[in-house]
């Protein structure tokens, strides 16, 4: 299991005991037994900043509590969280109209 050096930097930001910390403990927990847990976003719908960061061609959102999300992709059959994202900033990132 491999996370971004982004999503380790906000990581040791936020604190061990920090809520996001947890839910990130708790998703590695889940996709340990299932790389598969989040939901397959279509390549036509991956947006141009993990195209071009991480070079991805699958990319999977996970749902965590509050609203917020992470991605992830697969690399060789080994789960690899980009980043997690309030819903707001899910939207912006996705291209998505909030009212």
């Known amino acids: 299991m491999f996370i971004s050096e982004e999503l380790a930097e906000l990581l040791r930001k936020v604190g ?49 509590p509050e609203g917020f999300r992470a991605c992830y992709t697969i ?3 080994c789960p690899f969280i980009l980043d997690v994202l309030s819903h707001q900033e899910y939207d912006k990132v996705f291209g998505y109209r909030t009212t």
């Open 75 to 77: 690399v060789n059959g």
């Open 16 to 64: 061990a005991q920090s809520k996001i910390s947890k839910w990130v403990g708790d998703m590695k927990e889940v996709l340990r037994e299932n790389v598969y847990a989040g939901e397959l976003i279509r390549k036509s719908q991956i947006p141009k900043r993990y195209l071009e960061h991480y070079g991805v061609n699958n990319l999977y959102r996970y749902s965590l």
